[in-house]
């Protein structure tokens, strides 16, 4: 159980362009799920927080403009590129908690996204 | 967030040595979480440490959490190639706004 799906698995653009990156929870209904960005060889980065049926909440220094996400279902949350340059070209991890675990605190995550800007 | 610190940054033994990366924080933690990220892979969730002083075993880690709950230990005992990969700690933020902060990992490498 508690499986997370990411899709595309990995992506290659031009600059200029956006790119839409789904979370799926297969297994478990997420009120709540978070997207990540992992630069190599480095930690992962919070970047927000994805609530489904309100607006996201951004961490600090993360621009909301550029990164759109949407949660539109319980088991569905969306990150959208928007006109992707080079610099955010990164791996892209996304991960939801179970919505019936609230107090096992446990985030299960996704397979992640690669995306390479040209 | 807070910052959760951990070293060593690298590590790299010979199969069947043991291997410990530790995590500290300046702050009491409410919860930490261990996970392990293979080479390209995701991060998986291995074990989350709550009480003070807890010690938990998975066949050969053992993960531990400082009676001030400031800092948490993960050792493996006569590591395998298997284990090689990165280990990340990570302290959740706890209340309505629950997120987590990850530490920068300690990267495991295993010579056979």
């Known amino acids: 159980g508690a499986v997370v799906s990411q899709h595309p698995s990995w992506v290659i653009c031009k600059s200029g362009t956006s790119v839409k990156i789904e979370c799926r929870s297969l297994d478990f209904q997420a009120t709540t799920m978070f997207w990540y960005r992992q630069f190599p060889k480095q930690s992962l980065m919070l970047m927000a927080t994805?609530?489904?049926?309100?607006?996201?909440?951004?961490e600090q220094g993360v621009e909301k403009d550029k990164f759109l996400i949407n949660h539109a279902s319980l088991t569905l949350s969306t990150l959208t590129v928007t006109s992707a340059h080079p610099e955010d070209s990164s791996f892209y991890i996304c991960?939801?908690?179970?919505?019936?675990?609230?107090?096992?605190?446990?985030?299960?995550f996704g397979p992640g996204t690669r995306l390479l800007v040209l | 967030g807070q910052q959760v610190m951990q070293i060593p940054q690298y590590q790299h033994v010979q199969e069947g040595e043991d291997f410990t990366t530790y995590c500290n924080s300046s702050?009491?933690?409410?919860?930490i979480q261990w996970y392990k990220q293979r080479p390209g892979g995701h991060p998986v969730f291995l074990i989350q440490?709550?009480?003070?002083?807890e010690v938990k075993k998975q066949k050969r880690l053992t993960f531990q959490f400082g009676e001030a709950k400031k800092n948490s230990s993960l050792h493996i005992t006569a590591t395998q190639t298997t284990d090689v990969g990165t280990y990340f700690c990570a302290r959740g933020s706890g209340g309505s706004n629950y997120k987590l902060t990850f530490g920068k990992g300690t990267l495991l490498t295993v010579n056979p």
């Open positions: 994805s609530n489904e049926g309100s607006k996201a909440t951004y």
């Open positions: 991960s939801a908690r179970d919505r019936f675990s609230p107090g096992q605190e446990t985030q299960y």
């Open positions: 702050t009491t933690l409410s919860n």
């Open positions: 440490l709550v009480k003070s002083g």
